[in-house]
């Protein structure tokens, strides 16, 4: 994601760097020499060193795309590649560039933010099912403890098994769904990671809440 925020900058840099008369190479050098870009940097410190040992624009987005996996970054950078060796880096292409990439990043921005309440539906929704799957089956086992005692024994262990596929499936379920979250508000499954265990806890604990809550309420022995 810093690679996505920093390459605008990046862009406008080295377009502010052509309106002073150098070579794009040479622009690209003073970009990278400029301001921090955060994590960004490094990447660009690698871009920096192979164009003052004398490696092509070319050879370099090939080293660069082994390193960088957002296909935004990739698409801008190979832009400005071309821009400079297919049309000599005129300081108008790269004006237009880093325009686009700044109205693409800001759009992308404006994206997230509009899909950050669905990221809070995430967790509530993944607290009301496991509620409402705890109390359905709950009720099913204090019911049947009060109607029917007789029942009790054998209902226990039969709810209790009932109780552990339920959260075992509710938990992957929302596990799954911290993929898809990430790649909503974040733009790659991989970030979907921490949400896969945030939801994941956040379903275990309601699960146990929502169970010793029951149990406590109706004054009944757990199943087991």
Sequence with gaps: YNAEESLPSFLRDITESQKTGISPEKS???ATKRRDYGPFSQFLELVRSQIEWGVSLKDIFENF??????WQ???NFMM???????GG?????LEILSEYSEKEFESQVNKRALLKPYVILAFVWSVLIALTTTIVTMTMYILTEFSTPTLYASMSSEIAG???VFSLGIIFQCWISGFFIGKISEGNFAAGLKYCALLAITAYVSLVLSQSFLVELFGVAPPV
């Design 28 to 30: 690209i050098i003073h």
């Design 65 to 70: 795309k082994q390193k960088i996996s957002s």
């Design 73 to 75: 970054v990739l698409i």
């Design 80 to 86: 400005m590649v071309e821009t400079i060796e297919v």
């Design 89 to 93: 880096g005129p300081v108008r292409s």
């Design 162 to 164: 009932q109780i552990g």
